[in-house]
């Protein structure tokens, strides 16, 4: 038999789908893990327990929320809360107790789609027309629609159909020679021709087929007997053909996604971010700077799913396919048009904008891909990021965002409540994917930058079953580094954790009725204590245990196996070949607690860490080291280990080592 000594010292290859589990040939193949969660493979190589998640607040009214960020500043940054008819308002971690009322039902806010203009937060969705959320201070902020100035507009008139109006100014009829209006033009934006220039206004009132009343808001109208065949329509009303999708982009505001022009795609006036006036009024010279109108021709589906800038230019994604309106110098004008780049298309998913990339949800809901340029190709080409673990696709994917800092971290939620994220470092070509278990239904996540702004807190909004009815509740998950560096006593590795401080201690811990019913962790002065059954909102420790400062969630399981060891031999392969593991060590940073087995069943055995040398009365220090498993011979084809840890405590696993013989 031929010996090994096989080392697995980086893990950022992320867990391998089930389709890649024997693609040895992959150059990520021996930094991939077979199964994992509730980690984070991180560039540099090691694989880190995920910190917990915090408690915050009960959603308002135990509804189903929407949660997104506003930043406003390094140092403003909000948490929005969606549910009917209210927004809520958090900063610093905590509810500003603080809300506004809204018209918003569920389904109206889960289809919003969003843009940030300074303190404006634009807001568009098929369902609602479009609105504007104004802050001005932390407990001032001021919802309404958004008042867009002239337009934006369709084509002009090429028909027979003329119009005119009863009066030049104020409140006028507004005329058709045939059936043209209908009761959804309330809140339409209308120009006429009118002598050398154009003037235009706002229907207030449907009247009949062939009239409506108007206000006119600038120029002078034409009226009978001048009538005008040279008139634009406004592509969208109070109820009827609203934007789906905004953009800010080369300092314009674009607007697309609608039903009944779904090629379409508008943009303000350079500058001026509601004005999507395509030529002064008073004369029909049309300036660069001008409101910009472009329609997407193309054999295939071209209905626009989402607006995003990027480095490159505009990128347009519709069913049929990617488009770029390209940019030069960052200036957009009339000239500008848009091409057909790629034709893998997109999801309603609104996409993630990563410098010269744009990472956004494949047609299907199955896929995340990431539209790029390529020098060397001269040419976009769009790489799948979800090829490497389809796995975690196949429940089609809700919402997607990115998490800058400490690592670049795409978060996909999936329409099953399930997280998965992907650590995205093409520099380092890292693509590494692993599953984030909360324990129950997730229901709506955001990214917002923490408190000190060094680093990014997800916020979830989680739907738990305690005692067994659904309870709903905002959570925050802090950064890795946050916790690497965080105070003993404040270690939170445990989900829906709730943090409290006994200054006299205490054996009996109270207030946990957000969790009765539940098997938690319990860290007690820095110290894991053991699991424990929530009963009446309350814990009862071991007798003669008293705490001070205490970490009380729901346990988060660390898990890991290691993928099928191929090292080339001189008669082939050793991959589907029986090995004989003689021995196994395991090198750890700043870890406790955790268990193993070898053979993938129920039984797990401890990880030791306790040292006779080590006072009881302290805390038994965090490890950093190499620790030898405890295991006789083993002869299988894999020769794996399977790793967890369900204490919460930190675990940083940094390499696994194997000895060998292939049979």
Not at 59 to 88: C, G, H, Q, W
Request: negative net charge.
């Amino acid at each position: 038999m031929a010996k090994f000594h096989v080392a697995q010292n980086n893990f950022n290859g992320g867990v391998f789908g089930r389709l890649l589990l024997d693609r040895y040939d992959l150059p990520t193949y021996e930094n991939a893990i077979k199964s994992g969660k509730n980690a984070f493979p991180l560039t540099e190589g090691p694989l880190f327990k995920r910190p917990g998640s915090i408690f915050v607040a009960d959603v308002l009214n135990n509804a189903k929320a929407r949660l997104m960020s506003f930043r406003f500043s390094k140092d403003v940054k909000y948490l929005l809360e969606f549910t009917p008819n209210k927004i809520r308002f958090f900063k610093n971690r905590k509810y500003l107790d603080y809300s506004i009322d809204t018209t918003f039902t569920e389904e109206m806010y889960e289809d919003i789609y969003t843009a940030q203009l300074s303190d404006l937060l634009l807001m568009v969705s098929t369902q609602i027309y479009p609105q504007q959320l104004k802050r001005t201070n932390d407990t001032s902020w001021k919802l309404k629609d958004i008042e867009f100035y002239d337009g934006p507009y369709m084509d002009t008139n090429t028909t027979d159909t003329e119009l005119y109006c009863s009066g030049k100014n104020g409140e006028v009829n507004l005329n058709s020679t045939t059936d043209l209006f209908s009761a959804d033009d309330v809140g339409r934006h209308w120009r006429l021709r009118s002598g050398e220039g154009w003037s235009w206004g706002v229907c207030t009132k449907y009247v009949n087929a062939r009239q409506i009343k108007i206000t006119v808001k600038e120029g002078e109208m034409p009226v009978s007997p001048y009538q005008t065949k040279l008139w634009k329509k406004g592509v969208f009303s109070k109820t009827q053909n609203r934007p789906s999708t905004i953009c800010l982009y080369a300092n314009r505001l674009w607007l697309g996604g609608f039903k009944e022009n779904p090629a379409l795609v508008v943009a303000s006036k350079t500058g001026d971010f509601f004005n999507f006036a395509p030529a002064d009024i008073g004369t029909t010279a049309i300036a660069e700077n001008n409101a910009v109108s472009i329609n997407l021709s193309a054999s295939g589906v071209s209905d626009i799913q989402f607006i995003a800038g990027s480095d490159k230019g505009l990128d347009i994604g519709t069913s049929g396919g990617i488009w770029i309106v390209g940019a030069s110098g960052g200036f957009v004008d009339q000239s500008s048009f848009a091409a057909l780049k790629n034709s893998q298309g997109a999801a309603g998913v609104k996409p993630i904008v990563t410098g010269p990339s744009v990472v956004y949800v494949q047609r299907s809901g199955k896929k995340l891909m990431d539209i790029q340029y390529s020098f060397t190709e001269d040419g976009y080409n769009a790489p799948e990021l979800s090829l490497f673990n389809r796995d975690y696709m196949k429940n089609g994917i809700k919402y997607i965002e990115y998490q800058q800092d400490p690592i670049s971290c795409i978060w996909c939620l999936d329409n099953q409540g399930k997280i998965f994220t992907l650590n995205y470092d093409k520099n380092q070509s890292v693509y590494a994917w692993i599953e984030q278990d909360f324990g129950d239904e997730v229901e709506s996540f955001t990214v917002i930058p923490s408190i000190d702004g060094s680093s990014e807190d997800i916020w979830l909004s989680v739907k738990r079953i305690i005692n067994g009815e659904a309870k709903r509740y905002i959570e925050y998950v802090p950064s890795w580094e946050e916790m690497f560096y965080t105070d003993r006593n404040k270690l939170v590795y445990c989900d829906c954790a709730i943090i409290q401080n006994y200054p006299d201690g205490a054996n009996e811990l109270t207030g946990l009725e957000r969790i009765d019913g539940r098997e938690v962790s319990v860290l007690g002065n820095g110290n894991y204590l053991g699991s424990y059954v929530v009963s009446d909102g309350k814990i009862t420790l071991a007798d003669g245990v008293i705490v001070s400062d205490v970490v009380v969630g729901i346990i988060e399981t660390f898990e890991m196996s290691t993928i099928d060891k191929n090292y080339g031999f001189t008669n082939g392969t050793t991959l589907h070949r029986k090995k004989s593991v003689s021995g196994i060590k395991i090198g750890l940073l700043d870890s406790l607690g955790g268990e193993y087995n070898i053979d993938g069943g129920d039984k797990y055995y401890p990880i030791l860490f306790f040292n006779s040398s080590v006072n009881l009365d302290t805390n038994v220090p965090l490890f950093t080291g190499v620790k030898d498993i405890d295991l006789r011979t083993l002869c299988d084809e894999h020769g794996t280990i399977y790793i967890r840890q369900t204490q919460g405590l930190p675990f940083c696993l940094t390499s696994v080592t194997f000895d060998l013989e292939n049979s």
